[in-house]
């Protein structure tokens, strides 16, 4: 297998009840010391907070209600085994809430950002999945807010730009396909207006049922 560093970021949705997670990768940092991958941690937990999770005119945290939070962003060191070597964390020293008002959408709900690479087909895409966006990013018609769509669109291109040009960065941000064991450089993303669902996100929560006898 092809050795590579995932690069997670992770925050709470529905007021701390459950998870959010996204991921995208990057090349091979087995020759990094320990202190190197601590230094990218910290490195791409700046990146996010100033070209992404941030309050800059149409920044990302205006569409994010206050029940959805950052928390901390995540290397994994993989060797060329598929087995992690070494873990690098770092974040905000309290979580970063968004500001959007009123109630956030479903916790299944997910803006999505799509990675591509010069590579057609499934094997050379990535999706990264966001939290659920504040219900007042919906239009009448049930879609995003173009605003919302160009903002989030624009700082994840400043964000990868911006890991990009890191000297830390261990080659290129990158999606992965397990089937040909492949990283292939992102050269697009590709940001809808309409949300797409994660099912498994809604897992801490609990429903409550309401039944009736029929009959």
């Given at each position: 297998m092809?050795?590579?560093?995932?690069?997670?970021?992770?925050?709470?949705?529905?007021?701390?009840v459950?998870?959010?997670?996204?991921?995208?990768?990057?090349?091979?940092?087995?020759?990094?010391s320990?202190?190197?991958?601590?230094?990218?941690?910290v490195?791409?937990?700046?990146?996010?907070?100033?070209?992404?999770?941030?309050?800059?005119?149409?920044?990302?945290?205006n569409?994010?209600?206050?029940?959805?939070d950052?928390?901390?962003?995540?290397?994994?060191?993989?060797?060329?085994?598929?087995?992690?070597?070494?873990?690098?964390?770092?974040?905000?020293l309290?979580?970063i809430?968004g500001t959007a008002?009123?109630?956030?959408?479903?916790?299944?709900?997910?803006?999505?950002?799509?990675?591509?690479?010069?590579?057609?087909?499934?094997?050379?895409r990535?999706?990264?999945?966001?939290?659920?966006?504040?219900?007042?990013?919906?239009?009448?018609?049930?879609?995003?807010?173009?605003?919302?769509?160009?903002?989030?669109?624009?700082?994840?291109?400043?964000?990868?730009?911006?890991?990009?040009?890191?000297?830390?960065?261990p080659?290129?941000v990158?999606?992965?396909?397990?089937?040909?064991?492949?990283?292939?450089e992102?050269?697009?993303?590709?940001?809808?207006?309409?949300?797409?669902?994660?099912?498994?996100?809604?897992?801490?929560?609990i429903?409550?049922?309401?039944?009736?006898?029929?009959?």
């Amino acid at each position: 297998m092809v050795a590579r560093t995932r690069c997670t970021i992770e925050g709470t949705i529905a007021g701390g009840v459950d998870i959010w997670t996204t991921s995208f990768y990057g090349g091979s940092s087995q020759g990094y010391s320990t202190s190197d991958l601590n230094d990218f941690a910290v490195n791409l937990d700046t990146a996010w907070q100033t070209y992404v999770w941030n309050n800059a005119p149409g920044g990302i945290l205006n569409a994010f209600a206050p029940t959805v939070d950052y928390v901390r962003v995540t290397v994994r060191d993989i060797n060329a085994s598929g087995v992690t070597d070494r873990v690098a964390s770092a974040g905000p020293l309290v979580p970063i809430l968004g500001t959007a008002e009123g109630l956030s959408l479903p916790s299944e709900c997910a803006e999505v950002v799509s990675l591509i690479s010069d590579h057609a087909g499934g094997r050379g895409r990535g999706r990264m999945y966001l939290p659920a966006l504040a219900a007042s990013q919906l239009g009448t018609a049930g879609t995003i807010y173009v605003d919302a769509v160009n903002g989030i669109a624009d700082q994840f291109e400043a964000f990868f730009e911006n890991l990009n040009a890191d000297v830390l960065m261990p080659g290129a941000v990158s999606v992965y396909s397990g089937v040909d064991d492949v990283l292939r450089e992102v050269v697009q993303i590709k940001v809808g207006n309409i949300f797409d669902s994660q099912r498994r996100r809604r897992n801490s929560i609990i429903e409550s049922y309401v039944t009736r006898a029929i009959g």
